[in-house]
Structure formats: structure tokens, C-alpha cells
């Protein structure tokens, strides 16, 4: 077996041992902070899949996890109030049940990315990496400006959104729903990167000409990586808020976006777990420089630029190497 | 809605699009010579508000307050190349916006340390408070007309640096062929610093000056960068002339949507409403005109391709 395999392995495990010691020891906390880590990674593994697979540097993510969130917040909120969303054409009434939520997450934050991407797609390089960040900065306008649901004050939801047969107010029951969702999106994710599809993109991604002379469209690939990776950031949205049960604009700002990929970089770009070793990693940081100084994020800064001048592969690669598994 | 409202609006706009104009102005320069992107330039536009407060406060000098903005951020600007920024030229964009993201950590969180998270106020000097009266009776914020009078001397000083001096004909050799100009014997690791250090001063005078009339905190200098951005991303990545003309663009924009979007929906609906969707549309409004203008120029009104 490859050692970047046993390693994905040996992370899944500990990320799962973690809290169910945890558990074991009566530390909510420990718990919580352990479901953050999976929701980071679920964003980042999103993310990755249009940056690492397909070189698309989007410093608009932010946008989709915002969408996400408030997909939750605005659905919960009217279920809260039992007021409906809107009554016409047709009356759609709000709902607290999780997997529904999770539809319009996914279904609502890949409309905007097919959008979004559709529009910054004709440009390239850093023309579209401004542009992404642009497109996450009106929707953190918007947010603030519109007040139909909180504006920049946010919405409080009460009680966490249900899941038939679990009680998701237990932290341990809400971290194997989140835990089972981010397995499932990096088998899913893994699976795309082999198909024929996933290859082509990655052959845009190394030389875009050559590409296009086989007679393959780079625009259209593109285009569905960038939706596919809104969708799946829009779904760690949406658990996010459940996690916090609160959504604020601040979702969307830019340095959420600058977050996620900064999980990307810190676990590896382009392989598939980069993103929740990172992700972990991060919390794991945060956890400890935030205990040691207020300053925290000065250490971040050093540890990130330190990172990039010296230690390109992050993590992943420190540990074993160059070579990229194909799993 | 009387005219000289209009007119005083449109002022603003003019201000708000000369101050974008400082912060665009470094980063395209930046990024036309040397191809990098610079997400810690909205930190020199901290910094240079920081030390005019704090020298503001100690000698109560506008004056020297706007100097020390200038040498603040120009020497932050060329230590940060130096240790830094200098590694990143040869690295994709990728890096660059990783690491430059890291730098903004630092300086923020720095900065945080170093003053404290309350802000800090910088007082419009005596000489330059209170109206003036201009033609068609308009009252009009002297210290609001004076930063337009500053930056577009600014602006003229920049456009003649570039194309009369010497240094400006090394500049734009260095955007087309920075070999070639290194072959020439300019020393090109001299002139990259010099650039990145003058687009630095010119974000930080741009803080300063805002600073005066914005209270000067922690994260200042984020939304104007972005906003910067939005500029350059519209008058053409590399271009100064499209940077000024893509800031007052911007600058007009961003000020008469606010003003005039609520106002329009007024006459359609009624006016709580009006004023809650106008100004939604209106934050949004430099970024349709963005995508708007991408639409049919995807390299900006005056981007090379």
C-alpha cells in the first residue's frame, strides 16, 4: 500500500478516535471542536477540488459557505416562527429536518457557483482569482445591507435541526453525522478524480492547449468542477450553522474564504485528504496558540508564510513525501 | 431632490474614486511590473493611517502626521520585499495570494498588539475644517476637496514619474522585458524593491488621509483593497490610466447608487422598502458594473490580453 493510503487511513481513524475519547473522558468541548475540524475539512475538500484538482485559484468560497449557512438559517428560521418562506406561487413552508436542508444547501450554493463560475470562467489567472473574490464580497454586501433575515446582526436558531432516529443535540450523534458526510463527499470526490471526467480536468489543469486539440472543452470542465466544489462547500455551510445554530455575514466574508484555503495548504494541495489534515491541523492551532496568546493569528501568518516559501507539498507531503497516491 | 445634493454627491464619489485611485495605482504598478498579487496591500494602507495617528498624537503636526504615513508604509513596504515579497516573483498566483494572505495576519495581528483594538482618531487640522462655499451656492467640506486636490496632484505626479523620468522608462521596460532590462544593467532587485515601496507610500498617504475622516482601527485596509481590486479588475490589471479611470468609475458608483437607487425605488413602492432594497442593490453596484464591464471586455477597458 502507497504511505500517503495508510496515512489518509490513520487520520480518518484518529479524527474518529478523537472524540469518541473524548467522549469516553465527558469533554463536550473536545467534541465540538473535533466536528469543526470535519466541517473545515468538508469546505476544503470542496474547495480543493476546483484548486487542486483543477487549478482553479477561487478566493470566492466564502460565497458558497455563506449560501449554505443561510440556506439553513433562512429554512429554520421560518420553521422557528412557523411562517412560510414565501406563499407564492406556491407556499413553501420552512423545515428543522436536516437531510431537507441539506438538499437546498447543496442544490441553492451550486446554482450561484454555475453562476459565478459561468462569469468568472472567461477570464483566467489573476484576473479570476479578484473576480471570485468580488462575487464573494457582493453577497457579503448583500447580506449586511438586506434585513429581511438579521442583516449584519445574523440569525440565532434555537434548537439544532433534527436527523429521523438520532438526537442531534448530542455532540457525539452530531459529529457521526458530520464525520459520515465527509466520508461520503471524499468518496465521492475520489471517485470523480478517476473518472474520465476528473482526469480530463486535471489534463486542462497541466496544459490547457493540448486539452482543447483533443477535442476536449476546458471551459465546460471547468465549469462543472466549479459547481461541484460550490455544492460541496455550500453542504459544510449548512452544518456549520447547524453546529453554531447561527448564521452571520460574516460566512461570506473574504478571510472565510482565505480560511478555506488555507486548510488546503497547510494539509497539501491536490491530494485528497490535504484538506482535512489541514483542516485538523488548523483547529489543532487554533486550539493551542489561541490557549497560549490573544495574538494567535500572528503565529498562523508565520507558520502559513513558512509553509508556502519552504514547505509547498504542507503536511502530507512532509510526512511522506513527493509522491501523490491515486486513491 | 435638489441639484446641489446631487453635486455634493458627486464630490464624494470624485473623493471616494481619488482615494481608490492611491490604493490601485501600487497594485497595478505592482502587478504590471513585477506580476504579483498583493493582498497585503490594504495593510500599508493600515499603517501609513496608524503611524499618522500616532504622530499625529504626539505632535499634533497634520503635517508631519501625513509624512510619517508616507515614510511608515514605504519602509514597511521595502522590508516586507525584501524579506519576502522577493521570493514570490518566480511562484504562481497561488503562492503569492497565500502568502501575501499570511502577511496580512501578521501585520493586522501586529498591529492589534502593538495599539490596542479600540480605534484611534486622527483630527482634521484647523486650517482645513469646517465648508467652503463653492459656485451655485454649494457648501462643500473643505478637507473632502483638499484630498481631491491631493490626489490628483498625486495622480499627475505618478503619470509624470512614469513617462518624463528616468526611473519611469525602467519601470516600463521592466513590465515588457524584465530580462532584456537586466541584460541593460539596471539592477532589476533595486527597481522591484523601489516599485513595491512607492506603491506602498501611496497606500499609506491614502490611509492617512482617509483616517481623518474614518476612524483609524484594525482592518481598515481590507475593504478598500478589495474595492482596489475592483478597480484594477476594470480599468485593465497593469494599466494606470485604467485604474484612474476604473477608481472615479468606481468612486462615482459605489456613492450615487447609495444616494440615488433608494430614492428611485421610492417612487415604485413605499419607503421603508424602498430604502431596504436600494440599498441592497446598492452595495452591490460596483460589482454588476464589474461584471458587466467583463462581460465584454474580460481583460478590462484598458487590459492587455
Not at chain 1, 477570464?123 to 449586511?144: D, R
Not at chain 2, 537586466?182 to 506603491?199: C, E, M
Request: one cysteine or more.
Amino acid at each position: 500500500m502507497h504511505k500517503e493510503t495508510i496515512l489518509n487511513a490513520c487520520v480518518l481513524l484518529g479524527l474518529l478516535a478523537v472524540p469518541l475519547w473524548a467522549l469516553q473522558m465527558d469533554e463536550p468541548f473536545i467534541i465540538t471542536l473535533a466536528t469543526k475540524a470535519v466541517i473545515f475539512a468538508i469546505a476544503g475538500v470542496g474547495l480543493n477540488f476546483a484548486l487542486g484538482l483543477g487549478g482553479l485559484v477561487s478566493l470566492g468560497h466564502a460565497a458558497f459557505f455563506g449560501i449554505g449557512g443561510y440556506a439553513m438559517g433562512i429554512l429554520a428560521s421560518h420553521a422557528q416562527g412557523y411562517t412560510p418562506v414565501i406563499e407564492w406561487p406556491l407556499t413553501i413552508e420552512g423545515t428543522n429536518s436536516m437531510p431537507i436542508i441539506w438538499l437546498v444547501a447543496i442544490a441553492f450554493s451550486a446554482l450561484f457557483a454555475f453562476v459565478i463560475g459561468a462569469l468568472s470562467l472567461r477570464t483566467s489567472g489573476v484576473y479570476f482569482i479578484m473576480i471570485t473574490l468580488a462575487f464573494g464580497q457582493m453577497l457579503y454586501f448583500f447580506m449586511i445591507s438586506w434585513p429581511t433575515y438579521g442583516g449584519e446582526d445574523g440569525l440565532v436558531i434555537y434548537v439544532r435541526n433534527g436527523f429521523p432516529g438520532l438526537n442531534t443535540l448530542d455532540p457525539i450523534q452530531f459529529f457521526g453525522i458530520c464525520f459520515t458526510l465527509l466520508c461520503l463527499v471524499l468518496f465521492i470526490v475520489s471517485r470523480l478524480a478517476q473518472s474520465s471526467f476528473g482526469l480530463a480536468l486535471g489534463g486542462a489543469r497541466q496544459n490547457e492547449e493540448r486539452t482543447q486539440a483533443i477535442g476536449i472543452v476546458p471551459y465546460r470542465l471547468y465549469l462543472i468542477a466549479f459547481t461541484i466544489s460550490g455544492a460541496i462547500t455550500g453542504l459544510s455551510g449548512a452544518l456549520f450553522a447547524d453546529l453554531n445554530r447561527f448564521v452571520s455575514p460574516t460566512m461570506f466574508s473574504w478571510q472565510t474564504s482565505g480560511e478555506i484555503m488555507v486548510f488546503i495548504i497547510l494539509g497539501g494541495m491536490g491530494r485528497l485528504f490535504g484538506p482535512v489534515v489541514g483542516a485538523a491541523l488548523f483547529i489543532l492551532l487554533e486550539h493551542l496558540l489561541g490557549g497560549l496568546s490573544e495574538f494567535w493569528h500572528i503565529y498562523l501568518g508565520a507558520i502559513l508564510l513558512g509553509v508556502v516559501l519552504f514547505a509547498r507539498g504542507g503536511l502530507i507531503q512532509l510526512i511522506v513525501g513527493r509522491e501523490v497516491a491515486h486513491d | 431632490m435638489s441639484l446641489i445634493l446631487l453635486i455634493e454627491q458627486i464630490l464624494n464619489g470624485l473623493q471616494f474614486g481619488v482615494m481608490l485611485f492611491l490604493m490601485a495605482a501600487g497594485l497595478t504598478l505592482i502587478f504590471g511590473v513585477m506580476g504579483l498579487i498583493n493582498l497585503a496591500h490594504g495593510s500599508f494602507y493600515m499603517i501609513g493611517a496608524f503611524a499618522a495617528a500616532a504622530t499625529a498624537a504626539a505632535t499634533g503636526s497634520f503635517m508631519l502626521a501625513l509624512v510619517a504615513s508616507l515614510v511608515a508604509a514605504a519602509a514597511a513596504g521595502a522590508i516586507v520585499e525584501m524579506t519576502v515579497i522577493r521570493r514570490l516573483y518566480t511562484r504562481d498566483h497561488l503562492d503569492q495570494v497565500l502568502a501575501t494572505f499570511a502577511l496580512i495576519l501578521i501585520f493586522s495581528e501586529g498591529t492589534r498588539w502593538m495599539f490596542g483594538s479600540f480605534p484611534l482618531f486622527l483630527e482634521i487640522p484647523d486650517y482645513l475644517s469646517g465648508p467652503i462655499s463653492l459656485p451655485f451656492g454649494i457648501e462643500y467640506p473643505q478637507y473632502r476637496l483638499a484630498i481631491i486636490a491631493v490626489g490628483l496632484f498625486v495622480a499627475g505626479g505618478l503619470f509624470a514619474l512614469i513617462a518624463k523620468t528616468r526611473i519611469g522608462i525602467q519601470i516600463r521596460a521592466g513590465e515588457s522585458d524584465r530580462e532584456m532590462i537586466a541584460a541593460l544593467g539596471v539592477d532589476i532587485s533595486k527597481l522591484y524593491t523601489f516599485v513595491f515601496a512607492l506603491g506602498a507610500a501611496l497606500a499609506g498617504v491614502a490611509g492617512a488621509l482617509i483616517g481623518a475622516i474614518q476612524s483609524v482601527q484594525v482592518g481598515m485596509g481590507e475593504p478598500v483593497l478589495i474595492l482596489a481590486f475592483v478597480v484594477i479588475v476594470i480599468g485593465g490589471i497593469g494599466s494606470i490610466k485604467g485604474a484612474l479611470l476604473g477608481a472615479i468609475l468606481v468612486g462615482l458608483t459605489d456613492t450615487l447608487a447609495g444616494f440615488l437607487l433608494p430614492k428611485a425605488f421610492g417612487l415604485m413602492m413605499e419607503a421603508s422598502a424602498a430604502t431596504s432594497v436600494g440599498s441592497s442593490l446598492a452595495s452591490m453596484s460596483i460589482y454588476i458594473l464589474m461584471a458587466g464591464v467583463l462581460l465584454f471586455k474580460p481583460t478590462g477597458l484598458f487590459g492587455s490580453t
